[in-house]
């Protein structure tokens, strides 16, 4: 049996010194930012993304083992181990496999097989299988018996009884049941159909109603929504084998289990019983079990791929471009409740805050400017970030009309997303920043913050609550929560993170340090002030060597005593600067920023055994542009004027728009009418694409086309493609989406974009949107 580091690395295509490597980095409490930033040399390079994909292949195998064990050591104890036994067991490479080996041997609920062995009936059941030629009426007449323990009534019982054990014996056929499971897999298909009287209840579902799809070519957010539906109780499923139910001739199922087990129809007189047998096994038990196994693997390749595409949204709004230092303007709007409004300081602190009512009922417009004009005065106001919820429309006019009237201010303005907002506002950590705070003024704090850094203040929301994701609460929530908190780590520690200004939060998130150590550095830096150096980390209660390995790298400290401090060069690293400061007859401040010089400078003179040419080169490129910030430069969508709802719309406008989710069939966008609209992945490019990721991130700003606009149904399609044709009215979508181009139109798109099959996909989505269109205020 192949050891783990070696099945690893011939999945990663590395080789297993590298996987080992880092399964001991990882064994011995490092993290895989760490790894993959300053440990390159031990991995030979493996990157962030191979070396997650590492992590969770390392977990699965691990309990893959613990389970080997546990069944080699359950099967030693039955006494029942046998050499070839043992060796299936030990090259098993999946759960399943193991199972399937260990299912004759597991504990079970008395079945009829049992108690016919008991009766006396395995003979009787081997000699048929064995021996076709014999009589199975004649056969069976000699197990007969009135008496004793476990009498046998007459024939029909003893041949019922040998057919039981048959039965078992076929359906625990550890290689069978596997060659049965991947042809299933391969020729079977799962249907749909509404339950009766739900047709009107469960509208949504409609493309469902009368659905099949092949298991192979069924997609993830589809999987989803069928087992949605189900569980809504709308839809019936049928997990099918490919097979027409109606014939009377055996299926291939029924031939391939015959094969296996050397029976054959030739006439001879056991020949219809065992026969029966295969039957019986393939329609009451190998079926049904194998259906089950369709639904979980279904079940499992949509919930990889929908925490993969939460995660990769997640990332893309967490690593958004940041607005930075400047002070800015929180708006949470609202209409009878008004306006709650909360000015931030450059470095995020919250220094005032007041609440307007310029909307229905107290229509206060003119009061509301001048309110909004005082404090941008007072508070030097650059930015002014306006939440997407409730009357943001309205409050963004307002916005634009104080623009307009005070150009002097030079104020950019910018619809933020307030998803996870009101989840921030009443946290715990928000009452202990602002304890007199009301939480509406606490969610326009946070609105302002997500304008100047996203990174910074999402993270004080759990990423389940951000919405990036699709039926994220049909997932398994430990393995979403898992992926996302690696995402989480991972776009913070790629950022870096200022030691004398983050949250608690924030710094959690850091490598190596947690919420404890979170804790206590805030503690240390309020009861001491700004640490000078990273060195000085080492006085905080309970941060030992290990915690300043692995988060020093990763903390920045601006204008502090080392300038190297506000760099990603580790503390450990410090001394090959020194060899270079020597090398090149110059002090640090002088070296910094000087890329002639510094590209010049070939990497290998300074490495050494510790510290090979990778970890020389990065230091060298760290020096060029000290704590680089990977994210994107800042830019806002603008919302065309006088298109403030869903019915300002007309198929065929153009107008700016930001994506606010990506799904595996398309993208949202926000476009300013209080109801995002979609981009179905059939029009987003030229060219043909698999994942719409390829063209669109959340975050990003886009041109979009109007398509249709269907009011009833509160649902908007959009076009990244300004050629596209805009729908004859009456045309619509295949499947009856409603919100994007029509069946003809589709057509249309065929010679750049082949359409997916199915419309499904199309109306679960508009659906979704229309559903989180309606609950947007809070």
């Given amino acids: 049996m192949p050891n783990i580091a070696s099945v690893i690395a011939s999945e990663l295509a590395v080789r297993e010194q590298q996987v080992q490597a880092a399964i001991d980095l990882l064994d011995g409490g490092s993290t895989v930012p760490f790894i993959a930033r300053y440990r390159k040399e031990a991995t030979g390079m493996l990157d962030d993304t191979q070396l997650r994909t590492l992590e969770e292949r390392l977990r699965y195998l691990r309990e893959m083992e613990a389970r080997r064990t546990a069944i080699i050591d359950s099967i030693k104890q039955q006494g ?121 209840a469960g509208a949504k579902f409609a493309d469902y109603f009368d659905f099949s799809e092949p298991y192979e070519k069924l997609p ?37 289990i015959a094969a296996t087990f050397g029976i054959a129809r030739k006439g001879r007189p056991a020949d219809g019983f065992l026969s029966d047998c295969v039957r019986w096994a393939w329609r009451t038990r190998i079926k049904t079990a194998l259906a089950l196994d369709m639904r979980m693997r279904l079940w499992q390749q949509a919930e990889t791929e929908a925490v993969r595409v939460f995660a990769a949204n997640l990332r893309d709004l967490l690593l958004a471009a940041p607005a930075g230092g400047r002070a800015t303007l929180g708006l949470d709007p609202g209409f009878r409740t008004g306006v709650k409004v909360a000015v931030i300081d450059r470095t995020g602190k919250m220094v005032d805050h007041a609440t307007i009512y310029p909307h229905e009922p107290a229509r206060k417009w003119n009061e509301s400017m001048l309110t909004l004009a005082q404090l941008c005065v007072k508070h030097r106001i650059e930015l002014v970030a306006i939440g997407n919820g409730t009357a943001s429309r309205e409050t963004e006019k307002l916005v634009t009309d104080l623009m307009k009237a005070k150009p002097d201010l030079k104020l950019t303005k910018a ?107 805030v503690a240390h830096r309020d009861a001491n002030g700004p640490f000078p150096s990273r060195d000085k980390l080492k006085e905080v209660p309970r941060l030992g060597p290990k915690a300043f390995e692995q988060c020093a790298g990763f903390l920045r400290i601006r204008d502090g005593e080392n300038p190297l401090d506000a760099s990603g060069v580790h503390p450990e690293s410090y001394p090959i600067v020194k060899k270079i400061l020597a090398a090149t007859k110059s002090d640090i401040k002088a070296l910094i920023g000087q ?57 065929g406008m ?27 992945i059939s029009a987003m490019s030229e060219r043909r694409i698999n994942d719409p990721r390829e063209v669109v991130k959340p975050g990003q700003v886009v041109k979009v086309k109007v398509l249709e606009v269907d009011v009833p149904r509160n649902r908007i399609g959009l076009t990244l493609r ?14 009856g989406g409603g919100g994007g181009a029509s069946a003809k139109l589709v057509d249309r798109y065929k010679p750049r974009q082949e359409a997916p099959s199915g419309g499904g996909a199309f109306a679960a989505a508009l659906a979704k949107a229309a559903e989180k269109g309606r609950s947007k205020g809070r």
């Fill in 220 to 256: 993830s957010h589809r999987i989803l929504a069928l087992l949605r539906g189900e569980k809504e109780e709308v839809l019936s499923l049928d997990f099918g084998d490919g097979e027409d139910p109606e014939s009377k001739e055996p299926t291939q199922y029924e031939n391939r």
């Fill in 722 to 735: 300004m050629s596209d044709p805009i729908p004859a009215p009456g045309e619509r979508r295949s499947g």
């Fill in 415 to 521: 619809i933020v997303s307030e998803a996870g907002a009101s989840v921030y506002s009443a946290s715990e950590f928000a009452s202990k920043e602002f304890p007199d705070l009301d939480v509406s003024i606490r969610g326009a704090v946070s609105i302002a913050r997500r304008l100047q850094d996203p990174l910074g203040e999402l993270v004080k929301v759990p990423p389940q609550s951000i919405g990036v994701g699709q039926y994220q609460h049909d997932l398994n929530q430990h393995a979403l929560a898992r992926a996302l908190d690696a995402t989480v780590e991972d776009c913070v520690n790629a950022v870096g993170v200022d030691l004398n200004t983050a949250s608690a939060p924030l710094l959690a998130r850091v490598s190596g340090i947690g919420e404890t150590l979170a804790t206590n550095i």
């Fill in 595 to 651: 890329t002639k010089m510094l590209q010049g400078l070939k990497p290998q003179a300074f490495a050494d055994e510790k510290f090979g040419i990778p970890t020389v080169s990065d230091i060298l490129k760290e020096l060029e542009k000290p704590g680089r910030d990977p994210r994107p430069e800042f830019k806002t969508a603008t919302f065309q004027e006088g298109v403030e709802k869903i019915t300002d719309l007309k198929p």
């Fill in 80 to 200: 029942k181990m046998t050499p070839e036994l043992e060796a299936a067991l030990l090259k098993a490479d999946s759960k399943a496999r193991l199972e399937d080996i260990y299912l004759p041997f597991k504990e079970k609920r008395r079945t009829k097989a049992q108690i016919a062995r008991e009766a006396g009936l395995e003979p009787l059941a081997d000699l048929l299988l064995q021996n076709p030629d014999r009589d199975p009426q004649a056969e069976a007449a000699a197990y007969v018996k009135a008496e004793g323990e476990h009498p046998v009534a007459d024939v029909k019982a003893a041949l019922e009884g040998a057919r039981a054990i048959l039965v078992e014996r076929f359906s625990e056929h550890a290689d069978l049941t596997g060659s049965l499971r991947e042809a299933m897999w391969s020729r079977g298909a799962l249907k749909a159909g509404v339950r009766d009287g739900k047709q009107a």
């Fill in 654 to 680: 153009i107008l700016e728009a930001t994506i606010t989710n990506v799904a595996a069939f398309g993208a949202f966008a926000d476009i300013g009418v209080h109801q995002d609209g979609l981009i179905h």
